[in-house]
């Protein structure tokens, strides 16, 4: 399957549990088993060493400064320390979607409402940088070498590869409807995206 053409669908929770396992590196616990009963375990021990890789977003994500907190109602990204504590905040107005951190003290955020991706420079303040146009763009995801940076659209059901040294737009795929959060797997091989009504995962081959 390959990027600009295809990608396949995953259905079930056995199968979107593994692929997720497999995206992010961890274990798949598996709930009930083939005969409804508890299965107890999971498919495969998480890792107790920490994952390097990509980078996948969310509402929460770590950096060498703290926590950087996306308030997606508020419209607001909040950065808090080991404590709990605010530390810093930059008001962005409007609907959030995920932020992501390449972990040098660079973030994203989808500006939902903006139709819109932000840089942000998470030093002693965060600063608002450059931006480019993604129609309400809600996952995000960066690359093992941070160099490309994936954003779903919610209302183009699309998924946009950007390169993250000029903020250009380098591809972009069709998906089904609803695309949400997406990852991308520790080699850089594949990425993920899941749906808000779909009972299914969408791979996409990336190399």
């Known amino acids: 399957m390959r990027r600009g053409n295809h990608y ?36 495969s021990p998480p890792s107790s060493a920490p994952r390097t890789g990509a980078h996948t977003g969310g509402t929460v994500v770590v950096t060498p400064r703290g926590l950087l907190v996306a308030e ?7 950065r808090a320390d080991a404590q709990g504590n605010p530390t810093a905040r930059l008001e ?19 500006d939902r409402a903006g139709d819109r991706i932000v840089e942000l420079d998470d030093g002693e303040t965060l600063i608002e940088g450059r931006n480019v146009a993604v129609v309400e ?24 590869a950007i390169g993250t040294d000029d903020l250009r737009e380098r591809w972009r795929i069709e998906l089904a409807a609803e695309p949400r959060g997406v990852a991308i ?17 969408a791979i996409v081959d990336l190399d």
Not at 21 to 34: D, Q, R
Not at 72 to 78: E, P, T
Not at 92 to 106: M, Q, S, T
Not at 142 to 160: F, K, N, Q, R, Y
């Open 137 to 160: 763009p809600f996952g995000l995801a960066l690359s093992p070498d941070g160099g490309t940076l994936l954003a779903t659209s919610v209302a183009e059901h699309a998924l946009v």
């Open 185 to 201: 797997s520790a080699d850089g091989g594949e990425a993920v995206v899941g749906f808000l009504s779909r009972g299914a995962l």
């Open 92 to 110: 962005l107005g409007g609907e959030l979607g995920e932020i992501v951190a390449d972990g040098r003290g660079r973030a994203f955020v989808a």
């Open 72 to 78: 997606r109602h508020a419209g607001v990204v909040v």
């Open 8 to 43: 396949g669908y995953a259905s079930g929770y056995a199968s979107g549990c593994a692929l997720l396992a497999a995206a992010l590196g961890t274990g798949c616990y598996s709930g009930l088993g083939g005969d409804g009963s508890d299965a107890g375990a999971p498919a």
